[in-house]
């Protein structure tokens, strides 16, 4: 990827609101979430988490950080909700 790719991809916004992902009426995670159970969301997120980390520094650099640092940021949450019985 270019650097112009690059900063064009950022521009997107590829990160917290991709645009292949509100074609629906809801956020893909948050239908995937609707039906995984408490388990399933952790291995989810960490799972992304590992993608994105292992593959920043031959794909998609920082963007990719970015990326890990969403889903962890997600996880963090989840786990909040998880401490206060709200899930």
């Known amino acids: 990827m270019t650097p112009d790719e690059r900063k064009r991809s950022i521009e997107r916004d590829n990160v917290n609101s991709p645009a292949h992902y509100g074609q629906g009426s809801i956020e893909c995670i948050e239908y995937i979430f609707d039906f995984l159970s408490d388990e399933e ?18 794909k998609n650099g920082i963007e990719d950080l970015k ?10 949450e989840h786990e909040e ?7």
């Open 67 to 76: 990326k890990a640092q969403w889903y962890l940021n997600r996880l963090i």
């Open 81 to 87: 909700k998880v401490i206060e019985g709200r899930t």
């Open 41 to 58: 969301i952790i291995g989810y997120l960490r799972g992304n988490i590992a993608k994105y980390l292992h593959r920043w520094r031959y």
